[in-house]
């Protein structure tokens, strides 16, 4: 019972000879194709033989067959519908008395059906959050209060509104949550610790000298690398800082006939760029504030290794831009 009453019972559709109240009468206007009564709404008369039929049943019949199932007749292009060529046969459906199909106790005329579906509690319903979930109206509001993945809901910290599924996820990072587990802010330099604000705080403070050491480690693997010219490999959106310009280059999959800005420079451009409209299918690096290009030839030769030191500003310490300093003054020594 209950995965019967689980199917949409969509409104105007036909029914089955058994939700009559004269079930024996109903009998006589069935669809011979879908085995129920047609919706006087969209039921049509075949007109040579009179009998009925749901006008979509019989568009698929008319698909791959000419004639009626019911008598062989021809029945191409010849019916008509029944709510305005016979209302008197549509005003008897109509006023037949019906059950309702959804299992509730409600009966009345066939008229009346659509409207009573639209409050019946065992009529079945879309949640309203679009989760694609189906249930009796009398269960639809448990669903969408307790269990729908897309309910509203508000952060405890911040007050902004999430879809529940989001909230966790959400909450775990939210600035306002002084209990979220936060990584420490040079995870990119391999430093594993996570920890509530006040513990990342204590543990970036007292942690110096370990992140120092994560700190050489990450800059001698990027001097490698840059060494390494054409095995270096570049990320699509990744940042790259150059000696010769003072912001960092951003890799752009962008093409307009850009030149490299490389053929400004004392060393000219090490691809031989002299022009626009001169890069196709060249890397290109890019700083969109200043209109600054350079092609990945120059990127190498340019390129630094302080992409970690920029990066280090972000911490209240500047661990690596100190690294840096001391390494310079043990080269001056």
Known sequence: MVEKVLEVIQPKSSLEPECFEDMKNAFGFVCTICSEVPNPHTAVEETLCGHLFCDSCLKIWLLSKSKCPDCNSSITNTQRPLKSDNKILYRLLMEMVVHCPTGCLWTGPWNNLDKHLEDCDNAVVKCKYQCNRKEMRKDIERHETNECPNRPTRCAHCEQRFKFSEIESHESKCKNNEMAMRPCRLKYLGCKFRGKLDERKEHEASQAAYHLELAEIHIEKLSKTAKEGDEVKFELGAYYNVSVHSHMLQYVN??????????????????????????????????????????????????????????????????VCRLLLEKKKKKKK
């Open 254 to 319: 962008e093409d307009n006939g850009w030149a490299c800005d490389g053929m400004r420079l004392a060393g000219r451009c090490k691809s031989g760029i002299t022009g626009f409209r001169q890069t196709a299918g060249m890397l290109r690096f890019r700083c969109k504030g200043c209109d600054f290009d350079l092609c990945d030839k120059c990127l190498k030769t340019y390129i630094a290794v302080s992409y970690t030191h920029l990066r280090a500003h972000e911490t209240d310490s500047y661990l």
